[in-house]
Nanobody, 123 residues
Framework: QVQLVESGGGLVQAGESLRLSCAAS????????MGWFRQAPGKLREFVAA????????YYADSVKGRFTISRDNAKNIAYLQMNSLKPEDTAVYYC????????????????WGQGTQVTVSS
């Protein structure tokens, strides 16, 4: 199982930026995917973005498309989530996830999860 360590959350004002990082201890084959999900109080955990490690396939939720960018550093086994033009509705705990995934938007397919990092956007 992959171990994940997240960093980079914090408190910002609307319109500002943050970059989250997720360091993985290892990889799991060609189908390996690293994804970001978020969960706001009282809401279900929702898909934000994902990247397929072998093909560079990128996936985004409609709510963040054009504002968030997912990328990776192969050598360091780190995935990043650059979040620009943040809105108060982006406030949530952000989780990194990893696994050999077919449907990158389905959280049930991910076998490894980070501890979560809080992102708070004030208006």
């Amino acid at each position: 199982q992959v171990q994940l360590v997240e960093s980079g959350g914090g408190l910002v004002q609307a319109g500002e930026s943050l970059r989250l990082s997720c360091a993985a201890s290892g990889r799991a084959g060609n189908a390996f995917v690293m994804g970001w999900f978020r969960q706001a109080p009282g809401k279900l955990r929702e898909f934000v973005a994902a990247i397929r490690w072998s093909s560079d396939g990128l996936y985004y939720a409609d709510s963040v498309k054009g504002r968030f960018t997912i990328s990776r550093d192969n050598a360091k086994n780190i995935a990043y989530l650059q979040m620009n033009s943040l809105k108060p509705e982006d406030t949530a705990v952000y989780y990194c996830a990893a696994g050999s995934v077919r449907n990158v938007r389905d959280r049930r397919e991910y076998g490894s999860w980070g501890q979560g990092t809080q992102v708070t956007v004030s208006s």
